[in-house]
């Protein structure tokens, strides 16, 4: 930020939360908080003469709501916002709502004590608030859904996925997965796991709503969900998911130990055993999101023969994940967000006859720098 203090305002109707956010920013030299906001119609009067650079907003809120708010915010201002969510299934609805209205991530309140465990998200707050100053609320402009799809085709449960693509992903990841999943055909002939770093309880919810709009079918993983072609599993908040083959193909399983590169879910431990289980037949997706978590593990996925994809710093609201696989030089192909179904679908569609593989495959006149023959 050049030296400039991070402008931040916090907009909350709770008189706790509006005195514990600016304590918890205060810990940075690097944050000031010029102000705050009791409700949206307040916001809205102050922000003109604060001139904040960043907004946290409390999702649930009387007179203006949060939504309301953002989006005169994201519309009047172009202001990054990141929202303040209780983690209850109206909090985790509405804040999905938000994410798609443009609000470049949030965090979720502990859900008992607020006062007591408020510090808990400290950590994670002013991580956000720093990777936000530098994202760009432009790049979720296009991250809009796609019409409904056509009707889905039944998953076979007889048939599991001989290939499995691997996604891992973080801040501004629910735009860009309700971005590219839908362009994934209803015929993709491999399986789909993704760790998104979402808490307990939004993910089952995040799942359903890109299933309403998706080609392919798309769940919350579960304990013995099988890799079935064309069905897209989502790690569960606050459970690790991990792949395994089993005679009948490879299987889903959950896991509560602790937490790695800082998460759980980690992509690191997805990455990890798909490198182990897939090898050769596993490509590894590394997208926007802060810190490092899947860098070493998309590079295990490259050394065990997969392929590797890392979303480019253009289309990343925060191009930490995918810049640290790049630096460690574990990434075949760097792609835009526009590219990255297009790759996948070139690779793994069953209306695509012809073998994939690094000589022949081509998108838009491009070398396809990963793959290996098809059975």
């Known amino acids: 930020m050049n030296n400039k203090k991070i402008k931040v305002m916090v907009v909350d109707d709770s008189a706790l939360m509006r005195k514990m956010i600016p304590h918890i920013l205060a810990m940075d030299k690097d944050i000031e908080v010029v102000g705050t906001a009791m409700d949206g119609l307040f916001a809205l009067k102050k922000i003109p003469d604060l001139k904040p650079d960043i907004v946290t907003l409390d999702v649930d809120m009387p007179r203006m ?68 100053a530098r994202a760009s609320t432009k790049k979720l402009r296009h991250l809009r859904p796609v019409s409904r799809p056509e009707p889905k085709r039944p998953v076979s449960i007889y048939k599991t996925a001989e290939k499995v693509v691997a996604i891992g992903i973080s801040t501004g990841g629910p735009n860009a997965l309700s971005y590219i999943l839908p362009k994934i055909p209803h015929d993709f002939s491999a399986g789909i796991v993704i760790v998104q770093h979402m808490p307990e309880g939004f993910t089952e ?4 709503r890109l299933n309403q709009i998706c080609q392919i079918a798309v769940k919350e993983a579960k304990d013995g969900d099988m890799i079935l072609p064309g069905r897209a ?42 490198a182990a289980e897939y090898g050769e037949n596993s490509i590894g997706v590394i997208m926007t999101g802060m810190g490092s978590d899947g860098a070493e593990g998309i590079g295990r996925i490259k050394a065990a023969g997969g392929a590797t994809i890392a979303q480019d710093e253009e289309s990343s609201v925060v191009f930490g994940m995918p810049k640290v696989a790049i630096e460690r030089g574990y990434i075949d192909r760097i792609a835009s967000l526009d590219e990255i179904p297009e790759l996948l679908t070139a690779a793994f569609s069953l209306s695509n006859q012809s073998p994939i593989n690094k000589e022949e495959a081509t998108v838009k006149g491009e070398e396809v720098i990963y793959g290996t023959r098809g059975n």
């Open 233 to 274: 599993l989502i790690a569960p908040g606050n459970s690790h998911l991990k792949i395994k083959k089993m005679p009948l193909g490879g299987v889903a399983v959950l896991s509560k130990s602790q937490p790695v590169s800082g998460h759980r879910p980690s992509a690191d431990v997805l990455f990890d055993t798909v």
């Open 205 to 208: 919810l995040f799942a359903t």
């Open 65 to 132: 709501d949060g939504l309301t708010a953002l989006s005169h915010i994201i519309k009047e201002y172009d202001i990054p916002v990141l929202l303040i969510s209780s983690l209850t299934q109206k909090g985790a609805a509405a804040t999905l709502k938000g994410l798609e209205l443009g609000a470049v991530d949030f965090i979720a309140k502990p859900k008992e004590a607020i006062s007591v465990h408020i510090m808990d998200i400290a950590d994670e707050m002013l991580a956000k608030i720093r990777a936000i």
